[in-house]
């Protein structure tokens, strides 16, 4: 029951954020019976809301528990002042992003008006291979999740997505001398982005910090000192906090 509970709930996504009962059982493959009686419950719960058009959507209910995940609540709440200096400073996108898996889930973001749109969303899921989050990530994660990307087979986003490992590692080992990673074009064209890690109380890296601009607006590498200073600004304030929930 709760496989065709995490089915339904995993049809919805940044393309389909409201779906019919027919898509709900085709994408599932369940019974429409079933997809229907499953569905009503999850509204009776709050898990889905009923949308305009005959429709399903996520409902308020999943959203509360989802603030309640300590890995991104208390993540946000101390890099959220950092965020908001380097969006300041910048008036360029600004993201937070811990590694999931073999993607980058964005756990926040900054944007302004005159900010680049960007793929990515608070809640979203990027590559780890062609964002600068996701190198970042990617550089500090253990070496069979490397392994994994690269067996999976690395998009090709863009005629500038890395998707060579030899390349790939390269760039990751410049990741690790010098605290930091950027990417040129790799998701998007016109798209650049350079972020830092954001270091936990043990000393490992827990998130990434970022900094997304189009092409043409700044010097990434002029940029990258600032951003830099807010992870690890970050970091530090993390670490505080960290004790500080010990010590209580």
Do not use: C
Not at 180 to 204: F, H, K, N
């Amino acid at each position: 029951m709760i496989s065709k509970v995490v089915a339904l709930l995993d049809a919805f996504g940044p393309t389909t954020p409201e779906l019919s009962l027919g898509d709900l059982a085709r994408i599932t493959g369940l019974p429409v019976s079933t997809t229907y009686r499953l569905a009503t419950e999850l509204v009776e719960w709050g898990g889905l809301e009923r949308a305009d058009r005959a429709g399903y959507r996520i409902g308020m209910r999943l959203w509360e528990l989802g603030t309640l995940a300590p890995r991104g609540g208390a993540l946000r709440e101390v890099a959220l002042p950092f965020m908001q200096d380097l969006f300041e400073a910048t008036h360029e996108n600004v993201h937070l992003a811990v590694r999931d898996g073999l993607e980058a889930l964005y756990v926040d973001t900054i944007s302004g008006h005159e900010s680049v749109r960007t793929r990515s969303r608070r809640g979203g899921r990027l590559p780890l291979h062609a964002t600068g989050v996701g190198k970042v990530l990617l550089a500090h994660a253990p070496p069979e999740v490397l392994a994994a990307v690269v067996d999976g087979g690395m998009r090709r986003y863009t005629p500038y997505t890395m998707v060579a490992p030899g390349h790939l590692r390269r760039a990751l080992a410049e990741v690790r001398r010098h605290g930091v990673a950027y990417a040129r074009e790799e998701i998007t064209l016109g798209s650049l982005s350079v972020a830092a890690p954001v270091q936990g109380a043990d000393g490992a890296v827990v998130a990434a910090l970022g900094l997304v601009l189009t092409r043409g607006r700044g010097d990434l590498r002029r940029l990258a000192p600032a951003v830099r200073t807010a992870a690890i600004s970050t970091s530090r304030a993390l670490q505080r906090h960290a004790r500080l929930t010990e010590s209580s």
